[in-house]
């Protein structure tokens, strides 16, 4: 019998046609009860629910020795889990659905977020302080009316700046802008003018309180509490040159505290702060400030040449808002300064000079000269002494004593001085006046 030929059908390598579609069908069906169970909220797993062990229809009652040894573990566990988990069986937790996206989860992460840059780090945001403060800072332009040789009377303007510090109308300048003047007209940031009275000038401290109409005014406070230090960037304003536009803009840093500086032959001024910001004519009186908008300081004085006649650049002075608010007050209260006086020249003691003439101390200050009838000459202090210390106040430098004379002690008042005269100490009893007006 001969080999029959054999045929094979299209599908004998695989599945009929009907039965492929009959797993696809229950392949998507398995898929959807899936989709369904994970949209479904968990429901929470109670302990009679769990099985001891997996392959048992039914459940088995806790162990009461295993039921102490069991755990919660939260919904925030990492592990995904939820339910009790005893310490000694082995069950198999049942597993959260995953976390759907929500707005939170698309922030991005803390980590990620800018970090604020420290102040010591951030760029100068001068335009802000400036346009914050400049509304205070007025233009002051004085009117002088001067007598001839011939007996014609003509006109002097000069020119300056002013802060105002109250809102009704007080503003803080120079001595020497308002000095002498007949009319005294004030500009304001808007452009409007007002004429200005003096409430009372001090040619000591170069510091002037003019009053304005009306109220209302935007103004700086004088004891904002700054403490300036050496260093610290600081904003000048001020109308240089009298330039039409508005008020000029100048940046520096503070370059020295505590300085002094010869203003004319009878006028030194104490406790000054220096600045490397552009200071002009018409700067004086206006505000520097710190760049919070404090103002730290009033701008009286450039120095332009040494001593020795060189040229010098960046030696701006400012009077610090310790001395500005004494003055001030007491020109509102009294119309005038009244300045704690001992009739003295005074000088610091050069601790070199002292070394090369063999004297046992190296701080104080020395009396160079007494005025006739004065309170030191009356109380036997004499040339050459050196000042130690004044009701207890050591004195080691004049910008000390001025302090004291400034803000301690007051004009009439006794106080006991401690002197180094011929290598010993002794004290004398001072009674301070009033210093004569300049």
């Given at each position: 019998m001969g080999k029959q030929k054999m045929t094979r059908s299209p599908h004998s390598l695989g599945l009929t046609l009907?039965?492929?579609?009959?797993?696809?069908?229950?392949?998507l069906a398995v898929f959807l009860t899936a989709c369904a169970a994970q949209d479904a909220p968990a429901q929470p797993v109670s302990s009679d629910q769990l099985q001891s062990d997996p392959e048992q229809s039914n459940p088995a009652q806790p162990d009461p020795a295993q039921s102490k040894s069991q755990a919660i573990i939260p919904a925030s566990d990492p592990s995904n889990?939820?339910?009790?988990?005893s310490a000694n069986t082995a069950v198999e937790p049942t597993l959260l659905p995953e976390p759907q996206p929500s707005d939170e989860s698309t922030k991005p992460a803390l980590e990620d977020e800018p970090q604020p840059v420290p102040p010591q780090m951030q760029l100068l945001n001068v335009a802000d302080t400036v346009e914050i403060t400049r509304p205070?800072?007025?233009?002051?332009v004085a009117e002088t009316r001067i007598r001839g040789v011939y007996g014609d009377v003509y006109s002097v303007f000069g020119n300056g700046t002013g802060v105002i510090f109250d809102p009704k109308g007080l503003v803080l300048t120079n001595t020497h802008?308002?000095?002498r003047a007949t009319t005294i007209t004030v500009t304001m940031d808007d452009g409007s003018q007002e004429r200005a009275t003096v409430m009372g000038a001090d040619p000591m401290s170069d510091l002037a309180v003019l009053q304005l109409p009306g109220s209302d005014y935007p103004h700086l406070p004088l004891n904002s509490g700054a403490s300036p230090r050496v260093g610290d960037w600081v904003i000048a304003i001020g109308n240089a040159l009298a330039l039409p536009g508005g008020p000029t803009v100048t940046v520096g840093v503070i370059s020295a505290l505590g300085r002094s500086l010869d203003v004319s032959p009878?006028?030194?001024?104490?406790?000054?702060i220096q600045t490397d910001t552009v200071m002009n004519p018409?700067?004086?009186?206006?505000p520097l400030l710190n760049l919070n908008g404090e103002l730290v300081g009033i701008n009286t004085a450039v120095q332009r040449f040494s001593q020795g006649g060189t040229r010098v650049e960046g030696l701006g002075f400012a009077i610090n808002m310790e001395t500005a608010n004494l003055i001030s007050d007491q020109i509102l209260e009294l119309g005038r300064v009244?300045?704690?006086w001992m009739g003295a020249f005074l000088d610091d003691l050069d601790p070199k000079r002292a070394a090369e003439v063999g004297l046992p101390i190296r701080e104080g200050v020395v009396v160079l000269n007494l005025f006739e009838d004065g309170p030191s000459h009356l109380a036997g202090i004499k040339r050459g002494d050196i000042i130690l210390s004044m009701d207890g106040h050591k004195v080691d430098t004049t910008r000390v004593l001025t302090r004291l004379l400034r803000q301690e002690f007051k004009p009439g008042q006794e106080i006991q001085v401690e002197l180094f005269r011929d290598g010993t100490k002794l004290t004398l009893p001072l009674v301070l006046k009033e210093r004569p007006r300049v």
């Open positions: 009907g039965r492929q579609l009959f797993w696809l069908a229950a392949l889990t939820v339910g009790i988990v205070a800072v007025v233009s002051i802008v308002i000095d009878d006028i030194t001024l104490y406790d000054l018409g700067s004086s009186g206006g009244r300045w704690s």
